[in-house]
């Protein structure tokens, strides 16, 4: 049974944590504390699994009484509950905290995220891993365009045209999302070449993950390196991103789920760009490695750095407080039984999608896996998906 802090100022949401969590009673044992000083105290007469942290809270708010717990408490797991136009603030707060849950709380995104808080958890503080990360040149900072379309979705006033016209100022990034917004995946009929356009057929939600995937994408300058092309790689991010989300809309998963399936496609192999930026003679060692041996190139990174590009993506998409859920499909994409979350996720997607999406990928599948969530009998289904779209793609 696992102990759980909730700490929430607003009394009316407290109260309803309270009520929603007492379904859970034989999983967790709750506490409630209005403020942080509170918090502390409770901290202080036993030790918590968890604690949950609103961030918006009068006198000490949820990153200082993280930051707090950190210190006092390292072995207690820390999550926000937040708005997304506070990810700016826990991007911030690097060590406080790197799991996120977005407002409106929902008890269902709370319990899974619970049920995977242990193994991402882990495995983002594995020594190997913070010591590749260390040897980045520069580890890049929080997307502020993304940050900036977070806001203007959020905001009251929020139009198509605000939003196209922050994509619009960077050339970069409006050539990928237009080339996104033409590729056949998304049927367009005739060809977009204005980002109003890209957006209202898109959609915010859409642009939004684009932007976020571009801006990471052209934050890294991979150098030349014969075996490895970005191009290439930007190809197959696309592909998986869009297949991620059609197998989650197949199984009916939520609109948000689904969505988080395209993000994490869009970004499960930025670890390679960042490797071929960074350490690119170290990264070709490991490209050839792979390729001599035969070997995945997962495990030739390992031998190399220690720690793989999943692992590294990870690492820094969950720096930015990016969901769990996001961070956790990149994480374990290679390695989906590494999860604790044993049901159809975003992870199950991009997992799937990547080996659909790579030569030989039925060997790269984890059919165990697949049969322990479930979804084993599916697999003829999805595959089906990948060859449609890979015609339409080749159309
Ligand atoms: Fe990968
Ligand atoms: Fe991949």
Redesign the pocket.
């Known amino acids: 049974m696992k102990r759980i802090l909730f700490v929430e100022d607003n009394e009316l949401l407290l109260e309803l944590y309270g009520i929603l969590l007492a379904d859970c009673r034989d999983e967790w044992e709750t506490s409630l504390a209005p403020e942080g000083q509170t918090a502390l105290k409770l901290l202080q007469q036993s030790p918590f699994d968890v604690v949950v942290s609103d961030m918006q809270m009068p006198g000490m708010n949820g990153i200082e009484l993280l930051t707090e717990v950190a210190r006092l408490y390292p072995q207690s797991s820390r999550i926000i509950i937040s708005g997304f136009s506070d990810q700016a603030i826990a991007a911030d707060s690097l060590n406080c905290t790197h799991l996120f849950i977005p407002k409106p709380f929902d008890v269902k995104i709370l319990r899974s995220t619970l049920a995977r808080i242990g193994s991402l958890d882990a495995y983002l503080k594995d020594d190997k891993l913070r010591g590749l990360a260390g040897k980045m040149r520069t580890l890049p900072s929080f997307p502020t365009l993304y940050l900036e379309i977070i806001k203007e979705i959020e905001s009251q006033t929020s139009s198509i045209q605000a939003i196209a016209k922050i994509v619009a100022r960077d050339p970069g990034i409006t050539a990928k999302i237009l080339q996104v917004a033409n590729s056949a995946a998304f049927g367009l009929s005739e060809k977009v070449n204005d980002p109003v356009e890209a957006v209202q057929q898109l959609g915010m939600t859409t642009v939004r993950s684009l932007v976020l995937s571009a801006q990471v994408y052209s934050s890294f300058a991979p150098g030349r390196l014969p075996a490895f092309s970005a191009d290439a790689l930007w190809a197959?991010l696309m592909k998986?991103g869009d297949l991620a989300r059609t197998i989650l809309r197949r199984e009916r998963a939520e609109f948000a789920e689904a969505e988080d399936a395209f993000t994490a496609g869009m970004l499960?192999?930025m670890g390679k760009l960042m490797l071929a930026d960074s350490l690119p003679d170290q990264f070709n060692e490991a490209l050839a490695l792979a390729k001599s041996e035969r070997i995945p190139l997962t495990e030739a990174e390992r031998e190399v750095f220690g720690a793989t590009h999943a692992g590294l993506a990870a690492y820094l998409l969950g720096l930015w407080g990016l969901p769990a859920a996001i961070v956790e499909a990149v994480a374990f994409?290679h390695s989906p039984e590494q999860s604790d979350l044993k049901q159809c996720s975003a992870l199950t997607a991009v997992h799937v999608a990547?080996a659909f999406?790579?030569q030989g990928g039925a060997e790269a599948l984890n059919l165990e896996y697949l049969a322990e969530i479930g979804v084993a009998d599916r697999l003829e289904d999805w595959r089906e998906t990948a060859a449609e779209l890979e015609m339409e793609l080749g159309a």
Do not use: K
């Open positions: 197959h998986c499960h192999d994409h990547n999406s790579n």
